[in-house]
């Protein structure tokens, strides 16, 4: 008699900071856009994230994230969520959103600001490489990303505590 076999395929989680963005030129910093330089980064960090089959973004509703988010031009037409909510928020508001994704969703790319970003990358990092980690909060320049296999639920990764080893990093 043949034995039952279950699946549970690893998710993805992508973090990436905004390209960079504009000086601020009379307009407020929620309404900055990229600059040229910018538009370049968010372009090659879009042939970098290209095979990732992305199926959700979620991404900050500020001019800088959207302009990034556009600039990707990811294949598929991943369902996109603009949130106010993640313009600058703290890492506790990017757990609170990951918990609330659909577990049918296997590759999730988060597109918001420093410092949540980048501290969420070093939360989810320490258990595996505590110095990669630390340089992660000192260094996480524009258009950066990191990506990380997930062995969980989102909802479980949204309620990991640092250190919890639910995530793997992929770069």
Known sequence: MPGIVCLVM???????????????????????KLSAFGRQQAKAAGQALRDDSIEMVMCSDAARTRDTLDQLDLPNN??????????????????????EVPDEISTLLIVA????????AAELSWAQDPRKADALTCAYPTATFSKFEVSGTWQELGEAKPGDKITHPLN
């Open 10 to 32: 690893a998710k993805k989680l992508i973090l990436m900071r905004h390209a960079q963005a504009e000086s601020r030129s009379g307009c407020s910093d929620h309404e900055r």
């Open 78 to 99: 991943p369902h996109v969520e603009y949130m106010r909510a993640l313009y600058l928020c703290s890492v506790k508001t990017l757990r609170q959103r990951i918990s």
């Open 113 to 120: 600001h420093a410092p949540s970003i980048p501290h969420l």
